[in-house]
């Protein structure tokens, strides 16, 4: 499976996350994929850092630039990997479903 497909597949598995499933990402998890996310779409973050009392903002915003200089493939392996690593900590069947999925295997 391509790095593309892999990543396209790891989105779609977070974004369909059901907020009260299983499987729930950390704050700081959720925080590793935006960044890692708007790194492998948009590559180094630009703008203005997020005012002072903006502290979401602020958050996203630094776990953007802590990739900054991240090649936009290899931030889309970090995603990869980042979901993985959730999953595993999980090791319920439904992490093992989205594993395998992952990987391009089908149970």
Same mark, same amino acid.
């Given at each position: 499976?391509?790095?593309?497909?892999?990543? $396209?597949? &790891?989105? &779609?598995?977070?974004? %369909? @996350?059901?907020? $009260?499933?299983?499987?729930?990402? =950390?704050?700081?998890?959720? @925080? &590793?994929?935006?960044?890692?996310?708007? /790194?492998?779409?948009?590559?180094?973050?630009?703008?203005?850092?997020? %005012?002072?009392? $903006?502290?979401?903002?602020?958050?996203?915003?630094?776990?953007?630039?802590?990739?900054?200089? =991240?090649?936009? $493939?290899? &931030?889309?392996?970090?995603?990869?990997? @980042?979901?993985?690593?959730? @999953?595993?900590? /999980?090791?319920?069947?439904?992490? #093992? #479903?989205?594993?395998?999925?992952?990987? %391009?295997?089908?149970?």
């Amino acid at each position: 499976m391509s790095v593309q497909a892999q990543f $396209d597949k &790891a989105v &779609a598995i977070v974004q %369909g @996350l059901p907020k $009260d499933g299983p499987v729930q990402p =950390t704050q700081e998890d959720k @925080l &590793a994929f935006y960044g890692a996310f708007k /790194q492998a779409n948009e590559g180094d973050v630009s703008g203005p850092a997020p %005012g002072m009392f $903006d502290f979401v903002g602020k958050a996203k915003y630094k776990a953007w630039k802590e990739l900054e200089g =991240t090649s936009k $493939d290899d &931030a889309k392996k970090k995603y990869v990997e @980042l979901l993985k690593a959730v @999953l595993q900590k /999980q090791n319920d069947d439904e992490s #093992k #479903k989205y594993l395998a999925e992952l990987e %391009g295997k089908f149970l």
